[in-house]
């Protein structure tokens, strides 16, 4: 009798529906978002589970139209950049139009760019127009560059007669142009117009302990900036190193399309990876610098790198390099508004920068608040 009362106790247990378990069988939906908090504790009766799925899938769903909807104005806003942009580029139309689209461009340089990811496009744009000769316009009374490549080329050959420098076995000739310049400009090669590769070579033991010590891992990739200066005596020297001067543009000839160049504001010392283009003559340096920034010279040394896992400019192609010179007067003229607009472009990449901060901030603060408040 014992045993059947057990039987029957134990049947009747085992067709009992578990009542807790029916009480607060979870759904699929709220389990799923459950167990995405970790939380295996919680229990709720069934109603409120339908409840706050169906609030949380009304609320995803408008967080998903928001979402398209950025989407679709950051594509539309990103189209509208790079055709705006891109004309500013492409052969000349009429002048007077070209101008209305250039000053439509450089007027509204925040509206073009919404992420600290486009700011990049909006600097290459300017050095483009830059050395385009469309940034600043011309003045007649400027000397023009024909002239002041006769006086480069004379001081070159002064070089040469008099043993300061060496005459090229054979004349270079320059590459092909990539566009043209205003009639006051000239085209020429590296080699008419720089020594490149100026600095004299010191050994680690001749080095001054109290000069700068410049490294490629120093100067910031298309910027023109430098990240940090370390002296010799603070950095382990070990091999041969290059002598630079003030005012020597110093350029990165290892992997050159990651475009480090810089304006030398004092004597020092350089790894020989980079090499200080000086020009026979004092021009502006810092358009020099620029000049070898813009996106026609990144392009010029990229190809010649392509295939090499470890790319470098060799001198041949350095020198042969076409070169845009504007006269002296406007060379000053274009750095002058090059260093407004970029710091423009600074300040917008600052305030994207922040913005997008900003954004994350409250976002964070509202998700705790919610999911603090009891």
């Known amino acids: 009798a014992s045993n059947a009362t057990s039987t029957k106790s134990n049947t009747s247990d085992a067709s009992q529906p578990d009542t807790i378990e029916k009480q607060y069988t979870s759904s699929p939906s709220y389990t799923s978002l459950l167990l995405s908090y970790g939380c295996d504790e919680c229990r709720f009766c069934l109603a409120e589970q339908h409840r706050i799925v169906a609030k949380v899938d009304e609320l995803m769903a408008v967080c998903d139209r928001l979402e398209a909807a950025r989407a679709e104005r950051e594509e539309a806003r990103g189209r509208f950049a790079a055709a705006s942009l891109a004309r500013l580029s492409a052969p000349d139309p009429d002048p007077c139009i070209f ?37 600043v316009p011309q003045d007649p009374d400027d000397e023009p560059a024909s002239e002041l490549l006769e006086r480069i080329a004379a001081e070159k050959a002064q070089l040469i007669k008099s043993g300061r420098i060496r005459q090229a076995i054979k004349a270079l000739d320059m590459v092909e142009p990539p566009f043209e310049v205003p009639g006051s400009w000239k085209w020429a090669a590296v080699a008419d117009i720089f020594l490149y590769d100026a600095g004299i070579k010191v050994l680690p033991s001749m080095l001054q302990k109290n000069l700068w010590l410049l490294e490629l891992e120093d100067v910031s990739k298309d910027s023109g900036k430098l990240l940090k200066r370390v002296k010799v005596s603070d950095r382990s020297a070990k091999s041969t190193k290059s002598q630079f001067q003030p005012h020597d543009i110093l350029y990165g000839k290892l992997r050159p399309y990651l475009n480090k160049v810089i304006v030398a504001d004092k004597m020092g010392y350089s790894t020989t990876e980079i090499v200080a283009f000086r020009p026979f003559i ?93």
Not at 102 to 110: C, H, S, T
Not at 111 to 129: G, Y
Not at 352 to 358: E, M, P, Q, R
Not at 365 to 374: D, K, N
Request: charged fraction near 25%; hydrophobic fraction near 45%; aromatic fraction near 4%.
């Open 99 to 135: 101008r209305a689209q250039a000053a439509f461009a450089l007027n509204n340089l925040a509206p073009l760019a919404t992420r600290p990811d486009q700011v990049p496009a909006l600097r290459r744009t300017v050095l483009d127009l830059a050395v385009r000769g469309k940034l």
């Open 282 to 374: 004092p021009l502006s340096s810092e358009y020099c610098s620029l000049a070898l920034r813009c996106p026609d010279f990144v392009r010029y040394v990229t190809l010649l790198g392509q295939g090499t896992k470890m790319p470098r400019l060799r001198t041949k192609d350095a020198e042969a390099a076409p070169f845009p010179l504007p006269p002296l007067a406007e060379q000053h003229r274009i750095v002058t508004k090059v260093d407004e607009l970029m710091a423009v472009c600074d300040r917008l990449e600052q305030a994207l920068a922040a913005g997008d901060k900003a954004r994350s901030r409250l976002l964070d603060a509202l998700l705790h608040e919610a999911l603090e408040s009891p």
